[in-house]
Antibody, heavy 119, light 111 residues
Framework: QVQLVESGGGVVQPGRSLRLSCVTSGFTFGSYGMHWVRQAPGKGLEWVAVIWHDGSKKYYADSVKGRFTMSRDNSKNTLYLQINSLRAEDTALYFC????????????WGQGTLVTVSS | QSVLTQPPSVSGAPGQRVTISCTGSSSSIGASYDVNWYQQLPGTAPKLLIYGNNNRPSGVPDRFSGSKSGTSASLAISGLQAEDEADYYCQSYDSSLSGSIFGGGTKLTVL
């Protein structure tokens, strides 16, 4: 079955960096676009970024553009999110999700990894 | 502030039918971009409920249905059950942002 497992979250000071990973299994990773979505504590979902199946295109939400970099290693079935210059407002549960039939829909989700930005 | 607008909450008694609206703009839903819906049970990851405006993934009961018209979309849940109590989010693409957008979410309470 399709599985997505995020890791790399933790408590980080403002201004520092963090790299999140999403290890996948149960499907042909290199055939799917992938998304990152975050959810601040008690708040709604916020789309963060998307990457094409081959990594050729990436798009980011305005709120993270220039600070976040999404990448993937299809040989390792793994998705990454490099987060730089962390801010308090980046505190959230970060989910990776597989792009679905429509590409912009997300048909499978991981359980998330929590990033807390605090001094 | 979300660019897709949903009511913060809706409620209904078991067996009833409820609808959740999602209002976008001329650069999102109104530009013919598809609307997707997600269900998030407390403490869990979101689950795709409806994709491409009105399609159900395998395993989603036919009590859930979606529709779209103009710059708005709706999720209908019929035969309400206690297990349907969750947060529901609409999602689409916005060409002015070159990215995906979510609604602010609607909390469904089963009375």
């Amino acid at each position: 079955q399709v599985q997505l497992v995020e890791s790399g979250g933790g408590v980080v000071q403002p201004g520092r960096s963090l790299r999140l990973s999403c290890v996948t299994s149960g499907f042909t990773f290199g055939s799917y676009g992938m998304h990152w979505v975050r959810q601040a504590p008690g708040k709604g979902l916020e789309w963060v970024a998307v990457i094409w199946h081959d990594g050729s295109k990436k798009y980011y939400a305005d709120s993270v553009k220039g600070r976040f970099t999404m990448s993937r290693d299809n040989s390792k079935n793994t998705l990454y999110l490099q987060i730089n210059s962390l801010r308090a407002e980046d505190t959230a549960l970060y989910f990776c999700a597989r792009g679905g039939i429509q590409f912009w829909d997300m048909d499978s989700w991981g359980q998330g990894t929590l990033v807390t930005v605090s001094s | 502030q979300s660019v897709l607008t949903q009511p913060p909450s809706v409620s209904g008694a078991p067996g009833q039918r409820v609808t959740i609206s999602c209002t976008g703009s001329s650069s999102s839903i109104g530009a013919s971009y598809d609307v997707n819906w997600y269900q998030q049970l407390p403490g869990t990851a979101p689950k795709l409920l409806i994709y491409g405006n009105n399609n159900r993934p395998s395993g989603v009961p036919d009590r859930f249905s979606g529709s779209k018209s103009g710059t708005s979309a709706s999720l209908a849940i019929s035969g309400l059950q206690a297990e349907d109590e969750a947060d529901y989010y609409c999602q689409s693409y916005d060409s002015s942002l070159s990215g995906s957008i979510f609604g602010g979410g609607t909390k469904l309470t089963v009375l």
